[in-house]
């Protein structure tokens, strides 16, 4: 059982580069998440989607972009690196709660987190 | 004023004892609380959600919500050396319909 994969879980980048974190999910979750969390914080809601073709801002999107062309992939892009964005990534999905249009908490599956360094 | 908050800690208790973790939040329209563990260089775990008013058993952890006051707290009965981690309040719904989680609680457990 894979749930939900992300890669790469390292990544050391140079000011103003970019690149794109992978996440895949192979649980046909409507809901997919993407979260930072700094050393000794907790996790930060950057975007989220609620299914192929939507995607919302959270509490920190600046400095990120994101896509869901399909149920199963959410990359996340960050363009143009700062040492800012510094952290540890995690990509997350979970199904509706008893088949409303909400995400159940109980259901959210993590991946195991990129950690990535802007120098 | 943050939208949920967590004593950042850490907490020290000596094995055997209940550990008391709290959590405030500030929307009242909130709908859904959960507790996750999180160890050191790990994805968080689900260890308690709770809807209602009240309190919730699960084995040694029991969750308490109080709405009306806006606190949610985890209580670890007879605490163990590997429970030991951060543990990460998190509150769903209201106005935001999103999981906003707070900083997380350090709970250190003394042999």
């Known amino acids: 059982n894979a749930g939900v994969t992300q890669t790469p879980k390292f990544r050391i980048l140079k000011i103003g580069q970019s690149m794109t974190l992978q996440c895949t999910q192979d649980?046909?979750?409507?809901?997919m998440y993407w979260y930072r969390q700094d050393p000794g914080m907790g996790l930060k809601l950057i975007y989220y989607?609620?299914?192929?073709?939507?995607?919302d801002k959270g509490e920190v999107p600046n400095g990120y972009n994101v896509s869901r062309s399909t149920t199963e992939d959410f990359p996340l892009r960050l363009e143009l690196a700062a040492p800012s964005q510094t952290s540890v990534y995690f990509c997350?999905?979970?199904?509706?709660?008893?088949?409303?249009?909400?995400?159940?908490?109980?259901?959210?599956?993590f991946g195991e987190g990129s950690w990535l360094t802007v120098v | 004023q943050k939208e949920v908050e967590q004593n950042s800690g850490p907490l020290s208790v000596p094995e055997g004892a209940i550990a008391s973790l709290n959590c405030t939040y500030s929307d009242r329209g909130s709908q859904s609380f959960f507790w996750y563990r999180q160890y050191s260089g790990k994805s968080p775990e689900l260890i308690m959600f709770?809807?209602?008013?009240g309190d919730k058993e699960d084995g040694r952890f029991t969750a308490q919500l109080n709405k009306a006051s806006q606190y949610v707290s985890l209580l670890i009965r007879d605490s163990q050396p590997s429970d030991s981690a951060t543990y990460l309040c998190?509150?769903?719904?209201?106005?935001?319909?999103?999981?906003?989680f707070g900083t997380g609680t350090l709970l250190a457990v003394q042999p």
């Open positions: 997350a999905s979970s199904s509706p709660h008893e088949g409303l249009l909400l995400p159940s908490g109980n259901t959210i599956y």
């Open positions: 649980m046909n979750h409507n809901y």
């Open positions: 709770i809807y209602s008013n």
């Open positions: 989607s609620v299914g192929a073709g939507i995607t």
């Open positions: 998190a509150v769903y719904g209201g106005a935001t319909n999103k999981l906003i």
